[in-house]
Protein backbone atom coordinates (compact mmCIF):
# COMPACT_ATOMS: atom_id res chain seq x y z
CA UNK A 1 0.00 0.00 0.00
CA UNK A 2 2.99 2.74 -0.79
CA UNK A 3 2.88 5.51 -3.22
CA UNK A 4 -0.76 5.91 -2.77
CA UNK A 5 -1.70 8.88 -5.30
CA UNK A 6 -4.75 11.20 -5.07
CA UNK A 7 -6.92 11.44 -8.00
CA UNK A 8 -9.07 13.66 -9.65
CA UNK A 9 -12.23 12.39 -12.08
CA UNK A 10 -13.79 14.56 -14.30
CA UNK A 11 -16.43 14.45 -16.05
CA UNK A 12 -16.09 15.67 -19.91
CA UNK A 13 -18.86 17.65 -21.41
CA UNK A 14 -19.81 20.58 -20.15
CA UNK A 15 -16.52 20.61 -17.50
CA UNK A 16 -13.57 20.20 -19.70
CA UNK A 17 -14.71 20.77 -23.35
CA UNK A 18 -17.88 22.83 -24.49
CA UNK A 19 -20.78 20.71 -24.20
CA UNK A 20 -21.95 20.05 -28.03
CA UNK A 21 -24.73 17.85 -27.34
CA UNK A 22 -24.33 14.35 -28.25
CA UNK A 23 -20.94 15.03 -29.29
CA UNK A 24 -19.55 13.41 -31.84
CA UNK A 25 -17.23 15.00 -34.51
CA UNK A 26 -13.42 15.99 -33.84
CA UNK A 27 -14.59 19.51 -35.28
CA UNK A 28 -17.21 20.21 -32.80
CA UNK A 29 -14.78 19.30 -29.98
CA UNK A 30 -13.10 22.21 -28.53
CA UNK A 31 -11.01 22.93 -25.17
CA UNK A 32 -12.40 25.60 -22.42
CA UNK A 33 -9.45 28.15 -22.43
CA UNK A 34 -8.05 27.23 -19.04
CA UNK A 35 -8.80 23.32 -19.21
CA UNK A 36 -5.17 22.25 -20.00
CA UNK A 37 -3.30 24.87 -17.77
CA UNK A 38 -5.78 23.60 -15.19
CA UNK A 39 -4.59 20.00 -15.66
CA UNK A 40 -1.33 20.74 -16.39
CA UNK A 41 -0.97 21.41 -12.51
CA UNK A 42 -2.39 18.39 -11.83
CA UNK A 43 0.07 16.41 -13.87
CA UNK A 44 3.27 18.61 -12.13
CA UNK A 45 1.86 17.56 -8.66
CA UNK A 46 1.98 13.76 -9.38
CA UNK A 47 -2.14 13.68 -9.06
CA UNK A 48 -3.95 11.39 -11.22
CA UNK A 49 -6.39 12.66 -13.88
CA UNK A 50 -9.48 10.27 -14.86
CA UNK A 51 -11.91 10.63 -17.01
CA UNK A 52 -15.51 9.28 -16.38
CA UNK A 53 -18.30 10.65 -18.97
CA UNK A 54 -21.90 9.47 -19.20
CA UNK A 55 -22.23 8.57 -22.85
CA UNK A 56 -25.83 7.24 -23.27
CA UNK A 57 -25.40 8.49 -27.23
CA UNK A 58 -24.00 5.16 -27.74
CA UNK A 59 -27.67 3.49 -26.27
CA UNK A 60 -29.59 6.08 -27.84
CA UNK A 61 -27.55 4.79 -31.79
CA UNK A 62 -26.29 8.66 -32.18
CA UNK A 63 -22.62 7.15 -32.38
CA UNK A 64 -20.70 4.05 -31.55
CA UNK A 65 -18.42 3.13 -28.25
CA UNK A 66 -15.37 3.42 -31.40
CA UNK A 67 -15.99 7.32 -31.72
CA UNK A 68 -16.28 8.21 -28.15
CA UNK A 69 -12.78 6.46 -27.95
CA UNK A 70 -11.53 8.57 -30.64
CA UNK A 71 -12.83 11.51 -29.37
CA UNK A 72 -11.29 10.89 -26.07
CA UNK A 73 -7.78 10.58 -27.95
CA UNK A 74 -8.35 13.40 -29.80
CA UNK A 75 -8.97 15.11 -26.71
CA UNK A 76 -6.23 14.02 -25.08
CA UNK A 77 -3.94 15.05 -28.10
CA UNK A 78 -5.36 18.52 -27.37
CA UNK A 79 -4.36 18.78 -24.22
CA UNK A 80 -0.67 16.69 -24.99
CA UNK A 81 0.12 19.76 -27.46
CA UNK A 82 -0.18 22.46 -24.27
CA UNK A 83 1.47 19.65 -22.20
CA UNK A 84 -0.73 18.12 -19.77
CA UNK A 85 -2.57 15.05 -20.33
CA UNK A 86 -5.13 12.31 -18.90
CA UNK A 87 -4.01 9.29 -17.60
CA UNK A 88 -7.67 7.35 -17.81
CA UNK A 89 -10.65 7.36 -19.59
CA UNK A 90 -14.21 5.51 -18.73
CA UNK A 91 -17.56 5.82 -20.29
CA UNK A 92 -21.24 4.83 -19.52
CA UNK A 93 -22.62 4.10 -23.13
CA UNK A 94 -25.76 2.80 -21.39
CA UNK A 95 -28.85 4.12 -21.20
CA UNK A 96 -32.69 2.36 -19.75
CA UNK A 97 -34.56 4.03 -22.71
CA UNK A 98 -32.24 3.05 -25.61
CA UNK A 99 -32.94 2.30 -28.98
CA UNK A 100 -29.94 0.24 -29.44
CA UNK A 101 -30.67 -3.43 -27.15
CA UNK A 102 -27.37 -4.25 -26.36
CA UNK A 103 -26.68 -0.87 -24.24
CA UNK A 104 -30.41 -0.18 -23.40
CA UNK A 105 -29.78 -1.58 -19.62
CA UNK A 106 -30.28 -0.69 -16.23
CA UNK A 107 -26.19 -0.69 -15.50
CA UNK A 108 -23.88 -0.01 -12.67
CA UNK A 109 -21.82 2.49 -14.09
CA UNK A 110 -23.67 5.45 -15.36
CA UNK A 111 -23.88 8.32 -13.52
CA UNK A 112 -24.34 9.02 -10.56
CA UNK A 113 -23.85 4.88 -9.66
CA UNK A 114 -19.88 4.46 -9.24
CA UNK A 115 -19.05 1.75 -11.16
CA UNK A 116 -16.20 3.41 -13.72
CA UNK A 117 -14.84 4.38 -10.14
CA UNK A 118 -14.93 1.27 -9.36
CA UNK A 119 -13.13 0.30 -12.20
CA UNK A 120 -10.95 2.83 -12.06
CA UNK A 121 -9.83 1.79 -8.46
CA UNK A 122 -9.26 -1.87 -9.78
CA UNK A 123 -6.96 -0.93 -12.38
CA UNK A 124 -4.83 1.85 -11.16
CA UNK A 125 -4.66 -0.24 -7.28
CA UNK A 126 -3.24 3.02 -6.11
CA UNK A 127 -5.82 5.40 -5.69
CA UNK A 128 -5.99 7.39 -2.16
CA UNK A 129 -10.15 7.69 -1.89
CA UNK A 130 -9.13 9.65 1.19
CA UNK A 131 -7.67 12.45 -1.56
CA UNK A 132 -9.81 12.19 -4.76
CA UNK A 133 -12.14 14.49 -5.85
CA UNK A 134 -15.17 14.32 -8.57
CA UNK A 135 -15.37 17.86 -10.76
CA UNK A 136 -18.47 18.04 -13.02
CA UNK A 137 -21.05 20.80 -14.31
CA UNK A 138 -23.98 18.37 -13.08
CA UNK A 139 -26.19 17.31 -10.27
CA UNK A 140 -25.68 13.25 -11.32
CA UNK A 141 -21.88 13.90 -11.14
CA UNK A 142 -21.98 15.89 -7.81
CA UNK A 143 -24.19 12.62 -6.43
CA UNK A 144 -21.70 10.65 -7.83
CA UNK A 145 -19.34 12.12 -5.64
CA UNK A 146 -21.58 11.35 -2.20
CA UNK A 147 -22.29 7.76 -3.75
CA UNK A 148 -18.41 7.18 -3.75
CA UNK A 149 -17.91 9.78 -0.47
CA UNK A 150 -15.71 11.82 -2.41
CA UNK A 151 -15.36 15.73 -2.09
CA UNK A 152 -17.20 16.90 -4.96
CA UNK A 153 -16.85 20.15 -7.36
CA UNK A 154 -19.28 21.94 -9.08
CA UNK A 155 -18.20 24.35 -12.13
CA UNK A 156 -20.22 26.92 -13.15
CA UNK A 157 -19.41 26.24 -16.87
CA UNK A 158 -22.19 23.98 -19.24
CA UNK A 159 -24.87 22.82 -16.80
CA UNK A 160 -23.54 24.11 -13.59
CA UNK A 161 -24.89 27.67 -13.30
CA UNK A 162 -28.42 25.98 -13.25
CA UNK A 163 -27.46 22.59 -11.59
CA UNK A 164 -25.66 24.46 -8.59
CA UNK A 165 -29.50 24.78 -7.17
CA UNK A 166 -30.25 21.47 -6.93
CA UNK A 167 -27.04 19.53 -5.49
CA UNK A 168 -24.19 20.21 -2.72
CA UNK A 169 -21.02 20.33 -3.64
CA UNK A 170 -18.30 20.93 -1.39
CA UNK A 171 -16.94 24.06 -3.65
CA UNK A 172 -18.94 25.67 -6.59
CA UNK A 173 -16.12 26.79 -8.70
CA UNK A 174 -16.22 29.17 -11.48
CA UNK A 175 -14.30 27.00 -13.87
CA UNK A 176 -12.11 24.25 -14.02
CA UNK A 177 -9.01 26.45 -13.54
CA UNK A 178 -10.81 27.44 -9.94
CA UNK A 179 -11.94 23.94 -9.49
CA UNK A 180 -8.03 23.15 -9.07
CA UNK A 181 -6.75 24.99 -7.39
CA UNK A 182 -9.47 24.86 -4.39
CA UNK A 183 -8.54 20.90 -5.10
CA UNK A 184 -4.61 21.89 -4.59
CA UNK A 185 -5.41 24.01 -1.94
CA UNK A 186 -7.24 20.91 -0.13
CA UNK A 187 -4.80 18.26 -0.18
CA UNK A 188 -2.05 20.59 1.01
CA UNK A 189 -4.59 21.11 4.45
CA UNK A 190 -5.56 17.86 4.96
CA UNK A 191 -2.08 16.10 4.52
MG1 LIG B 1 -21.14 17.40 -18.06
ZN1 LIG C 1 -23.30 2.07 -17.97
Known sequence: MTNLKSAVFFDRDGTLIYDAHYLKDKKDLKLFEKTAKAIKKLNENNILTILISNQSGVARGYFDENTVNELNEYLNHLLKQENAHLDGFYFCPHHIKGSIEK?????????????????????????????????????????????????????????????????????????????IDWILKDILISK
Open 103 to 179: YSVDCDCRKPKIGMINQALKDFKNIDMTKSYIVGDKECDINMAKNADLKSILVQTGYGNKDKEICTPNYVAKDIEDA
